[in-house]
């Protein structure tokens, strides 16, 4: 996971937000103890009013959560968003995870119309661009739990 | 409430468009002026102004009112800019209305003016840290549109809102901004050619999302003891409140990534917060409204906005607006302006023009897009990250 097939390293694009290892890809999050509310990004507290915001911790949320909606988006975004390849038409969709939170992240691995509100999905990186180096810069992603065969990759095997 | 009851005496608006040969002062200063003509009021009788921050305009735009001022001529007065997202006007005109309320001063100036940037509207920072704005952008593309998008399938997948049920929305709004001298779309549209435009993020079309659009809209407020003075038609300000969002809404608001999966408290809780605070405080209900200019930033929001601002229960926007009931003739006229399908967001701008539309509606100035014997009359706005105004209005 951490090499990719040149040996060149997989690279948050941004860090502390989501984490990989044996046991697969992982959104970084906190836990208010007082609250009970969890936060993403873990930096971003929002408390529920009155809170102590005593005993916050650092989590990792659960690999997989349900699909509570998604949308393709057809049209290349502006910067700051950088790709170095052609990815529109892509797959936003809002994963719920068990800890009680919905995550918004790019889907990859499936068409749109193989999605369905209630699905279960699970976290995973989805390259970016390369920098200099030639270093992966990667994001994180969300794709079907269950991948059946005629699930196609929607960048066309660009990624 | 109490305090001074304060009335709405002048009105102008710069028409929404694409103009970049214009900078925002020449849009303000042109709203500025024709309000203050439709007042019949002079320049030095204006005791405060309160200007919505332009935001794309560098320190000129977050200092919008002292520059618009200058333009005048500088009087002294207190000047105060503020920003609300799209909020930003309702804002500045709340500001404005409590300054009269308060007893402090007798007129008041609001003033919004926005040029938008070209395309989508992106990150004003690169600090990830501070700002989740540029998260959203950086690690997952999401411009606006994708935020209206989800919150849209989830209705789909809730009530059965279907694809028709959106292209309707822009053929009945387009239908109105044809009528509009200020609005800048105005092609009447057929549900087929709304149907068959580009995909911008399914469900979503072309023409079920606004586009970003320049404008400037003035207004300018006094006491109701002395509106009779300047007009025979004062519009009375029933309530001019702001909301924020409640802990546990679960919309996913823009610039967020994430959002509670289990509802504690409304979806779009800051605009359920600002319309109940204006109903409370005018003692005016939703079904006292004759006309309702709410912010139809696609065609979910229009659906959308009519139960959360109480006009019917949940899952039933759909039924009202395929009944007519949302037409002008029917239970209450709904965007008679043409909506935002009809001028494009202007960020700064917009909550003011709504608040003028309604003005000229409840004057009985708007002609053929005119709404019969309309006294009260209710502009709502949305806005990024959780902020939201409502005003409503009396003949």
Redesign the interface.
Same mark, same amino acid.
Not at chain 1, 94 to 118: M, N, R, T, W, Y
Not at chain 2, 281 to 301: K, T
């Given at each position: 996971m951490e090499e990719n097939r040149k040996g060149k390293k997989k690279v948050p694009?941004?860090p502390d937000?989501f984490t990989w290892g044996e046991d697969g890809v992982h959104l970084m999050s906190s836990h208010c103890g007082s609250c009970g509310?969890y936060?993403?990004?873990m930096?971003?507290e929002?408390?529920?009013?009155g809170c102590s915001r005593q005993g916050i911790e650092k989590v990792l949320l659960s690999k997989e959560g349900k699909l509570?909606?998604?949308?393709?988006?057809?049209?290349?975004?502006?910067?700051?968003?950088?790709?170095d390849r052609e990815i529109t038409p892509?797959i936003?969709g809002?994963v719920?995870?068990p800890e $009680?939170?919905?995550?918004? $992240?790019?889907v990859v691995e499936c068409k749109?119309d193989q999605l369905k509100?209630g699905m279960v999905m699970k976290t995973t990186t989805f390259t970016l661009y390369h920098d200099q180096e030639g270093e992966e810069m990667v994001?994180?992603a969300f794709q079907p739990a269950k991948v059946s065969e005629s699930w196609n990759d929607p960048s066309g095997g660009r990624g | 409430m109490t305090g001074r009851e304060v009335a709405i005496i002048g009105v102008g608006m710069h028409p929404w468009g694409k103009f970049s040969q214009k900078s925002f002062v020449d849009l303000g200063v042109d709203a500025i002026a024709k309000a203050l003509a439709d007042a019949n009021i002079e320049w030095k009788k204006i005791e405060t102004i309160c200007s919505g921050i332009y935001i794309w305009g560098g320190n000129a735009g977050h200092l919008s009112g002292q520059y618009l001022a200058s333009v005048f001529g500088e009087t002294g007065i207190p000047i105060v800019n503020v920003y609300n997202a799209c909020a930003t006007g309702a804002s500045a005109l709340r500001l404005a209305y409590l300054s009269i309320v308060s007893g402090q001063i007798d007129v008041a100036l609001a003033i919004g003016v926005d040029l938008s940037p070209e !395309?989508?509207l992106?990150?004003k920072s690169?600090n990830?840290?501070q700002d989740?704005d540029?998260?959203?952008?950086?690690?997952? !593309?999401?411009?606006n549109p994708?935020y209206w998008?989800?919150?849209c399938?989830?209705r789909m997948?809730k009530f059965g809102t279907t694809e028709v049920d959106l292209a309707r929305v822009k053929v009945l709004l387009s239908q109105y901004g044809a009528k509009n001298p200020n609005a800048r779309y105005k092609k009447v549209y057929t549900l087929e050619e709304v149907l068959t435009s580009?995909?911008?993020?399914?469900?979503?079309r072309l023409y079920e999302v606004c586009a970003t659009s320049d404008g400037a809209a003035a207004l300018i407020l006094c006491t109701v003891d002395k509106a009779r003075q300047y007009t025979s038609k004062p519009i009375t300000i029933a309530a001019s409140t702001i909301g924020s969002a409640i802990? !546990?809404d679960?919309t996913?608001r823009i610039s967020a990534?994430?959002?509670?999966?289990?509802a504690e408290a409304p979806l779009l809780s800051e605009s359920y917060s600002s319309s109940q605070q204006a109903y409370r405080l005018s003692g005016i209900g939703p079904e006292h409204i004759d006309v309702l200019e709410l912010p139809d930033n696609s065609s979910w929001h229009y659906l959308q906005y009519l139960e959360t601002c109480g006009f019917c229960p949940e899952g039933q926007a759909e039924r009202m607006l395929q009944d007519g009931e949302t037409r002008i003739g029917g239970r209450i006229a709904v965007c008679p302006s043409g909506g935002f399908s009809s001028f494009g967001e202007a960020i700064g701008a917009q909550a003011i023009w709504q608040v003028a539309e309604v003005v000229m509606q409840l004057r009985g100035q708007c002609g053929p897009r005119q709404v019969e014997k309309a006294k009260v009359g209710m502009a709502q706005t949305y806005g990024l990250m959780g902020n939201s105004g409502t005003t409503i209005l009396k003949a």
């Amino acid at each position: 996971m951490e090499e990719n097939r040149k040996g060149k390293k997989k690279v948050p694009a941004l860090p502390d937000l989501f984490t990989w290892g044996e046991d697969g890809v992982h959104l970084m999050s906190s836990h208010c103890g007082s609250c009970g509310t969890y936060f993403f990004p873990m930096y971003h507290e929002q408390h529920k009013p009155g809170c102590s915001r005593q005993g916050i911790e650092k989590v990792l949320l659960s690999k997989e959560g349900k699909l509570a909606s998604y949308t393709t988006q057809y049209y290349m975004p502006p910067p700051p968003f950088k790709t170095d390849r052609e990815i529109t038409p892509y797959i936003v969709g809002l994963v719920e995870f068990p800890e $009680g939170i919905q995550i918004a $992240g790019i889907v990859v691995e499936c068409k749109s119309d193989q999605l369905k509100i209630g699905m279960v999905m699970k976290t995973t990186t989805f390259t970016l661009y390369h920098d200099q180096e030639g270093e992966e810069m990667v994001t994180w992603a969300f794709q079907p739990a269950k991948v059946s065969e005629s699930w196609n990759d929607p960048s066309g095997g660009r990624g | 409430m109490t305090g001074r009851e304060v009335a709405i005496i002048g009105v102008g608006m710069h028409p929404w468009g694409k103009f970049s040969q214009k900078s925002f002062v020449d849009l303000g200063v042109d709203a500025i002026a024709k309000a203050l003509a439709d007042a019949n009021i002079e320049w030095k009788k204006i005791e405060t102004i309160c200007s919505g921050i332009y935001i794309w305009g560098g320190n000129a735009g977050h200092l919008s009112g002292q520059y618009l001022a200058s333009v005048f001529g500088e009087t002294g007065i207190p000047i105060v800019n503020v920003y609300n997202a799209c909020a930003t006007g309702a804002s500045a005109l709340r500001l404005a209305y409590l300054s009269i309320v308060s007893g402090q001063i007798d007129v008041a100036l609001a003033i919004g003016v926005d040029l938008s940037p070209e !395309g989508f509207l992106t990150a004003k920072s690169d600090n990830p840290r501070q700002d989740r704005d540029v998260l959203r952008w950086r690690m997952v !593309g999401m411009p606006n549109p994708i935020y209206w998008a989800l919150e849209c399938r989830k209705r789909m997948q809730k009530f059965g809102t279907t694809e028709v049920d959106l292209a309707r929305v822009k053929v009945l709004l387009s239908q109105y901004g044809a009528k509009n001298p200020n609005a800048r779309y105005k092609k009447v549209y057929t549900l087929e050619e709304v149907l068959t435009s580009k995909m911008v993020c399914d469900p979503l079309r072309l023409y079920e999302v606004c586009a970003t659009s320049d404008g400037a809209a003035a207004l300018i407020l006094c006491t109701v003891d002395k509106a009779r003075q300047y007009t025979s038609k004062p519009i009375t300000i029933a309530a001019s409140t702001i909301g924020s969002a409640i802990y !546990g809404d679960p919309t996913l608001r823009i610039s967020a990534l994430s959002a509670p999966a289990k509802a504690e408290a409304p979806l779009l809780s800051e605009s359920y917060s600002s319309s109940q605070q204006a109903y409370r405080l005018s003692g005016i209900g939703p079904e006292h409204i004759d006309v309702l200019e709410l912010p139809d930033n696609s065609s979910w929001h229009y659906l959308q906005y009519l139960e959360t601002c109480g006009f019917c229960p949940e899952g039933q926007a759909e039924r009202m607006l395929q009944d007519g009931e949302t037409r002008i003739g029917g239970r209450i006229a709904v965007c008679p302006s043409g909506g935002f399908s009809s001028f494009g967001e202007a960020i700064g701008a917009q909550a003011i023009w709504q608040v003028a539309e309604v003005v000229m509606q409840l004057r009985g100035q708007c002609g053929p897009r005119q709404v019969e014997k309309a006294k009260v009359g209710m502009a709502q706005t949305y806005g990024l990250m959780g902020n939201s105004g409502t005003t409503i209005l009396k003949a």
